[in-house]
């Protein structure tokens, strides 16, 4: 398929997840709008390199007013959004009774909240134009719980329930909006996970396979290129009925 002549706004994307998923709506020919923290000449090059164009807004997405200047950038450069992923996320663990105030904050924040923003800032556009992808990036945590995630868990879950909501007020429309809930991605933070696992002298590879065999059956990560060409099969013509669904690739965890 090509998307030729869409743009498609990926938040969280100047690297992993996010750039995976990016580079795979560029090769399809969309124009690209990425967000995120840090450096953004490597990944706007990447970009580049299949011959689309791409812009970069550093938004911090837990604050309203910057989701809403990089709505306005994808306006000014290329006419508004055809297909947004809500992508960015964070991530802290600690009990409930010790989670602190602050990073329950952000992460409901970032991980729920930006979503919403997004949606609504790129819904009236997409009608105008009677087509439209809204792909959220949710987590197998937004299906299932894990200890020490009460914030994460929550967002996830959160995402989960718009998705349904918005799925059934676009349903009769040629805007589409649906989750993908990933399992273990191997990002920098669940690389940490690994290092420290195999901190004190273990086994990395070990360490590797004894994080994937608690909980997902494949023993295999889930890759940005995996999810970037579910988010293209959600684009096409044949993923035009999949509505306000949650759709899990998690090699496995569901399943048992």
């Known amino acids: 398929m090509t998307l030729k002549g869409k743009t498609a706004l ?3 994307s100047t690297s992993g997840i996010g750039l995976g998923i990016a580079q795979v709506l560029a090769r399809a020919g969309a124009n690209i709008v990425l967000n995120g923290f840090g450096d953004p000449a490597p990944a706007l090059a990447e970009i580049a390199r299949h011959g689309v164009k791409a812009v970069h807004h550093p938004a911090d997405l837990s604050d309203v007013a910057q989701i809403e200047a990089l709505f306005a950038l994808a306006e000014r450069e290329f006419g508004g959004v055809d297909i947004l992923v809500n992508n960015a996320g964070i991530q802290h663990v600690a009990p409930v009774e010790q989670f602190p105030l602050e990073s329950w ?4 924040a ?3 909240s930006a979503v919403f923003h997004g949606t609504r800032l790129a819904l009236p556009g997409m009608r105008a134009r009677n087509w439209g992808r809204i792909i959220n990036i949710a987590s197998v945590h937004g299906l299932v719980g894990s200890t020490g995630k009460a914030a994460y868990v929550a ?10 909501v918005v799925g059934l007020e676009t349903a009769t429309s040629n805007v589409t909006c649906n989750a993908i809930c990933p399992g273990w991605v191997l990002t920098p933070l669940v ?3 690994i290092d420290d696992r195999a901190a004190n002298g273990g086994d990395p590879l070990q360490a590797q396979h004894d994080l994937l065999a608690e909980k997902q059956p494949s023993l295999a990560f889930v ?8 988010v293209l099969f959600l684009c096409s013509e044949a993923g035009s009925q999949v509505r ?3 759709w899990n690739v998690d ?3 569901l399943a048992q």
């Open 10 to 12: 990926v938040t969280g």
């Open 105 to 108: 904050d952000k992460i409901i």
């Open 110 to 112: 970032l991980n729920l």
């Open 155 to 164: 967002a996830k879950h959160g995402v989960v329930g718009l998705t349904k």
């Open 191 to 193: 690389q940490k996970q």
């Open 223 to 230: 890759t940005p290129e995996h999810l970037g060409e579910l």
């Open 244 to 246: 306000g669904a949650a």
């Open 251 to 253: 090699g496995g965890w």
